[in-house]
């Protein structure tokens, strides 16, 4: 991982579910198991069905939440406080990575398609409190979701971000088109590497992958 492609860089942009966290800590098991629960009691169908739209809409849409909204006109409200309403007690403070994201020069920020509140929680039990400049939910975005142009528009426009110097660190490649469409550096954030001309970097440890950076 060439150090040189970000010496430019004075913007940094981090997912968070899988990304600040690692995938073992299983999240979003729990948060994909109330969403199913949602679904099934908002739409009045059976749980196969449930778990069928609720992967369905997220090909489709980005989230399940967009799919819901477009579809049935879902309050978006009701069902992020649900979804979101999950134990943190299997994630551990990160030591390394607090001091490797405290060190980071320039704009640091968190944007992610579940809604802030939740966020913060999950930065709290991470350790991570007081490191970013903002946090962004996709109540910022006017609920539309990544991968969609329009929403890192909005969140960037907001932000202030230059995209130009700025990098993102995901863990859906989906999500890493947009930001490669607006200049910035993108980082892969997964336990498999995935090749595609829009990512830029991969890491299955992103904890080491700031460490090298600095």
């Keep these: 991982m060439p150090k040189i492609h970000f010496t430019h860089v004075t913007g940094w942009v981090f997912d968070l579910d899988n990304t600040l966290y690692p995938p073992h800590a299983r999240l979003f098991d729990q948060i994909e198991a109330r969403m199913t629960q949602f679904v099934m009691e908002a739409l009045g169908v059976d749980q196969p069905r449930a778990n069928h739209l609720r992967h ?11 799919g819901l909204m477009r579809e049935h006109d ?3 409200a009701p069902y992020l406080t649900h979804v979101h309403d999950i ?12 001091d490797h994201i405290r060190a980071l020069p320039g704009r640091k920020i968190v944007y992610t398609n579940g809604c802030a509140p939740y966020a913060e929680r999950v930065i709290t039990a991470r350790g991570l409190s007081g490191l970013f400049d903002a946090v962004y939910g996709v109540e910022h975005a006017g609920f539309l979701p990544k991968p969609e142009a329009a929403a890192f528009d909005a969140i960037f426009a907001l932000d202030g971000m230059q995209t130009g110097t700025a990098a993102m660190f995901e863990d859906d490649p989906r999500n890493l088109a947009a930001p490669h469409a607006l200049g910035m550096q993108t980082v892969h954030v997964a336990p498999d590497a995935l ?7 991969h890491t299955d440890d992103l904890t080491g992958f700031l460490a090298r950076l600095l």
């Design 74 to 76: 879902v309050d978006p």
């Design 87 to 98: 134990s943190l007690d299997h994630l551990e403070v990160d030591t390394a990575l607090v």
């Design 56 to 66: 369905h809409y997220w090909q489709t849409y980005g989230t399940t939440l967009a």
């Design 195 to 201: 090749k595609a001309d829009h990512i830029h970097h």
